[in-house]
Nanobody, 123 residues
């Protein structure tokens, strides 16, 4: 079972990116998938979670209206569209599932994590 985040890069303020989380080895339609953000020297924090019934749970108010999660279960991929990026959005982005213990939104201290993808917002 693996999760692999990709799509990061260097972008100017107010720019956009689409991050992807490719899932293998589990049935994506049975799982909520969370996105987390980490900057050097700080703990990983939850941003939002896309639920298996296509809902969204936000953990960070600052991304509401700017970050949107979607999924394509057939392609086993979850997408995070990030718009109007700000310098404080810089960091590594991780996707995660609460596998093997559960199927709901993952928590920062457990579950299956993939290697992150770096997003740098700078002019």
């Amino acid at each position: 079972v693996q999760l692999q985040a990709s799509g990061g890069g260097l972008v100017e303020p107010d720019g956009s990116l689409r991050l992807s989380c490719a899932v293998s080895g589990l049935a994506l339609d049975d799982y909520d998938i969370g996105w987390f953000h980490q900057v050097p020297g700080k703990e990983r924090e939850g941003i939002l979670c896309g639920t298996k019934d296509n809902g969204t749970t936000y953990y960070r108010d600052s991304v509401k209206g700017r970050f949107t999660i979607s999924r394509d279960n057939a392609k086993k991929t979850v997408y995070l569209q990030v718009n109007n990026l700000k310098p404080e959005d810089t960091g590594k982005y991780f996707c995660a599932a609460d596998w093997p213990l559960g199927t709901d939104c993952p928590r920062v201290n457990r579950g299956l994590w993939g290697p992150g993808t770096q997003v740098t917002v700078s002019s």
